[in-house]
């Protein structure tokens, strides 16, 4: 760190009053900086899907049952949930370089625990502490992208950023099932060393000083924020296994959740020293990109959550070609992303940009609701690369927007706000889709099956069948099968028709942005 006698110098790493087109951190080399965060932000992206193909193999290895071995999912969900609207707080407090390095490293010992896990209740324990050195990484190495870019560069930086993070999450379930079958399903969690390690020593190395500033800690809203989003997610991870509002346990949740929720939000607007900057919410553009980012959480997660089963459930594909089908979904980001970034630096309205992108994601969603039990390979490769190509277009421009209007100092809170809203918007995307996915199958099962009569099936006399015994019993079970998977078809029909609209609903809100400064 630069001493207070002498004026910091670009190898310090120092913040600098910005000139006009100038970074606010001056850093000795970027290229290998952007190198060590892109690679601390894919092992944290990533581990919120690789672990789910592992599941199967660490119910039997770890001792435990169906409904238990699911907090290995819910533990990290609710830590990173609830640890991540503290970043702000903690990097003005303990410093944002030091806070960063301290993330990485305790999410690569984090991991390395989660690897040597011998029981359930050591992988909870293990995951959940994987989820509050992870969460602080997403907002701190989006805000340190920004402050050692030149304005003029924010597209394309937040292009290079982006890629991680929409890429992650498709790459993760591909890279999670090879692993597991190549190897054993604890390489889920050691693969993040070598990358992280490389990440830290270029972070040590490289990484600047940002300075920040001494305020209060806000205990109070802090405490009722996570009693809120805990609620929440306990909500939506125990909804489907308790039959949702007929449990008293989801009507308990629901109480918790709207009341913090409505404490929080009271204090916040009212305290002295909220847990969030107020100048953060008088800014339009950054809370209609708050909305946003629930849209994108609920488009993309709910997308990555449906098409794997959907793939080998109807239409029998293993692990590894599901993940070659999905691909081109990421190919389809990291071309759009590219390409947004130019559209914006030559001086295109965001606002048309992100708008473009949901109405190609809402025409993706279109053709995936033409689908039948028929469809082939190319369909859902075509029709993957065109979501891919807009989700990309929506992700940058709406970043840079929500970033151009608000002050360098409020980057930090407001980066954990977005990534938060993300995955909020994930896990109620997932949560909804997965509910109408469950009770569309038996409406369309109850529908179907009462068109299947004699008169209905040429080849097979239903009324008679029953005389053949067990020969009668395959029968009806293989026409069972066939509507079972007629009826799942017509259910993920209606999910993308729902997201559909949902994304050609934020079209209009776009333009309620106010256009950003590039």
Known sequence: MASAARPASPAAGAATPPAADEPLLQVRNQPLLMVGIMAASL?????????????????????????SVTWV??????????????????????????????????????????????????????????????AFIPPLSQSFMLDSSRPSRHPQVMAIWGLGIMIGPILGPILGGWLTESANWRWVFYVNLP????????????????????????????????????????????????????????????????????????HFTTAREPLFDKAIFADRNFVIALLFMVVIGMVLFANMALLP??????????????????????????????LSGVLIRRGLDARIVVATGFAIAAYSQWMMAGWSLAADEWHFIVTGLIQGLGLGLVFIPLNVTAFSTLPGHLRTDGSSLLNLLRSIGASVGISITTVLLARNIQTAH?????????????????????????????????????????????????????????????????????????
């Open 446 to 518: 109850t529908d179907l099956g009462s068109h299947v009569t004699s008169s209905t099936i040429d080849a097979i006399d239903l009324s008679t069948v029953d005389r053949y015994q067990p020969l009668g019993q395959t029968v009806l079970s293989m026409v069972d099968l066939e509507v079972n998977r007629q009826a799942a078809m017509i259910a993920y029909i209606d999910d993308f028709y729902l997201m559909m609209w949902l994304a050609l609903a934020a079209i209009p809100m776009v333009f309620l942005m106010r256009k950003g400064r590039t």
């Open 73 to 134: 999912l819910t533990s990290y969900i609710i830590a990173s949930a609830v640890a991540m609207p503290a970043t702000g707080w903690l990097g003005d407090r303990v410093g944002a370089r030091r806070l960063f390095i301290f993330s990485v490293a305790g999410f690569i010992i984090a991991s390395m625990m989660c690897g040597m896990a011998q029981n359930l209740g050591e992988m909870v324990l293990f995951r959940a502490m994987q989820g509050v050195t992870g």
């Open 309 to 338: 089963p959907m793939l080998q459930r109807l239409f029998g594909y293993g692990v590894i070609d599901t993940g070659m089908v999905l691909m081109p979904r990421g190919v389809g980001v990291m071309l759009s992303m590219q």
């Open 195 to 266: 990358v992280g390690i490389l990440a830290l020593a270029l972070l040590i190395t490289q990484l600047p000083h940002r300075e920040g500033k001494r305020r209060k800690f806000d205990l109070f809203g802090f405490v009722m924020l996570a009693i809120a989003l805990s609620s929440l997610q306990l909500l939506l991870d125990r909804g489907s296994q308790l039959d949702w509002f007929q449990s008293y346990e989801i009507w308990f949740y629901t109480f918790l959740m709207g009341s913090a929720a409505w404490i929080a939000i009271v």
């Open 43 to 67: 092992i944290q992206v990533l581990d919120t899907t690789i672990a789910n193909v592992a599941i199967p193999h660490m119910q039997s290895a770890l001792g435990a049952n169906a409904e």
